[in-house]
């Protein structure tokens, strides 16, 4: 199970850092993933890491404001959000994938955290 935190409402230019913490024994052993849902929107994509860590991957809308990073001993990932923007505002969730390489598609990622909200004002 994944449960995602560290969601609220921030200024235009504020920060924010996501939290997603795991339960069970794979969590090594999947790439994990943040994605959001804008309201009347689809999810989207936002960023995901590998196993290791090792290897990242952005949306074009977060990159070099967004950072994907994660800690296997403590089976958490996290989502440090800088210089948001009111477009950024959705609920985010965290998703895990026990597939070889990392992947931007919804598709492919069979575990999902409950969503946290980050609302950004402008």
């Known amino acids: 199970q994944l449960q995602a935190s560290g969601g609220g409402l921030v200024q235009a230019g504020g920060s924010l850092r996501l939290s997603c913490a795991a339960s069970?024994?794979?969590?090594?052993?999947?790439?994990m993933a943040w994605f959001r849902q804008a309201p009347g929107k689809e999810r989207e994509f936002v960023a995901t890491?590998?196993?290791?860590?090792?290897?990242?991957y952005y949306a074009d809308s977060v990159k070099g404001r967004f950072t994907i990073s994660r800690d296997n001993d403590k089976k958490k990932v996290w989502l440090q959000m800088d210089s948001l923007k009111p477009e950024d505002t959705a609920v985010y969730y965290c998703?895990?994938?026990?597939?070889?390489?990392?992947?931007?598609?919804?598709?492919?990622?069979?575990?999902w955290g409950q969503g946290t909200l980050v609302t950004v004002s402008s």
């Open positions: 890491i590998s196993r290791s860590g090792v290897s990242t």
């Open positions: 069970g024994r794979t969590f090594s052993r999947n790439n």
């Open positions: 998703a895990a994938s026990s597939r070889m390489t990392i992947s931007s598609v919804i598709a492919e990622y069979n575990i």
